[in-house]
């Protein structure tokens, strides 16, 4: 059994291309959300931020019953990819967009400015990137522009990676908003 990790901000694409991929590789595409709804792990709304509470534990067990019963190839993604237990990922995708892209799909997905605001700070910053790096480690871990391409462009660069894994880069939106002179719109102090 060997899990293939799609994670990153919200609105980088990761529902969309883990789809295409699952397909191209002809393995199943597990949702983080939809098992944590399945699993009744998701708790009370938080309605200030305007998003479901997910209790932790609960997401564990199901990650592991779901995973270990497969015994196959899969692909898992979501938030929360941390939870997956390293020991059978194989290779983890973060999927990054440039944060004025970002900003513009999550306000066509009609979120309110302050989440618009908050997950586009997240993603100028890298917590994505981060966490998985903390969790799986630099050799694992791949990052994927989804900015300006089309979705199965960015399947076909994973398909790619994952023969030749040290084609991979690391990317820095915080030095490329610095560059670009722009780096004041996007973090608010
Ligand atoms: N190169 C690309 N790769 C992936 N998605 C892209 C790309 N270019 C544009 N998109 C679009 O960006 C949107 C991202 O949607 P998607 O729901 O897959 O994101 P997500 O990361 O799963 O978000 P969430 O965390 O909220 O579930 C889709 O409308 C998709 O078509
Ligand atoms: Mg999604």
């Not at 200030?48 to 993604?77: F, M």
């Not at 050799?139 to 790619?160: C, F, Q």
Request: aromatic share 4%.
């Amino acid at each position: 059994m060997s899990v293939i990790l799609i994670g990153g901000s919200p609105g980088t694409g990761k529902t969309k291309v883990a789809s295409i991929l699952g397909a191209k590789l002809s393995v199943e595409v597990i949702s983080l959300t939809v098992l944590a709804e399945k699993a009744g792990c998701i708790s009370m709304k938080d309605k200030v931020r305007d998003t479901g509470i997910i209790n932790e534990d609960c997401l564990v067990d199901a990650i592991v019953k779901e995973v270990e019963e497969k015994r196959t190839r899969v692909v898992v993604e979501g938030h929360y990819i941390d939870l997956v237990p390293g020991g059978s990922v194989e290779i983890v995708f973060i999927l990054r967009t440039h944060p004025a892209v970002l900003r513009e799909r999550l306000a066509k997905r009609g979120y309110t400015e302050s989440k618009v605001n908050e997950n586009v700070e997240a993603e100028v910053i890298g917590v994505c990137q981060m966490d998985a790096l903390d969790s799986f480690g630099e050799a694992k871990v791949l990052e994927i522009d989804t900015s300006h391409r089309k979705p199965s462009d960015s399947v076909d660069t994973m398909i790619e990676l994952m023969k030749n894994p040290a084609q991979g880069n690391r990317i820095d939106w915080m030095h490329q908003l610095e560059q670009e002179g722009r780096l004041e719109d996007f973090l608010r102090d």
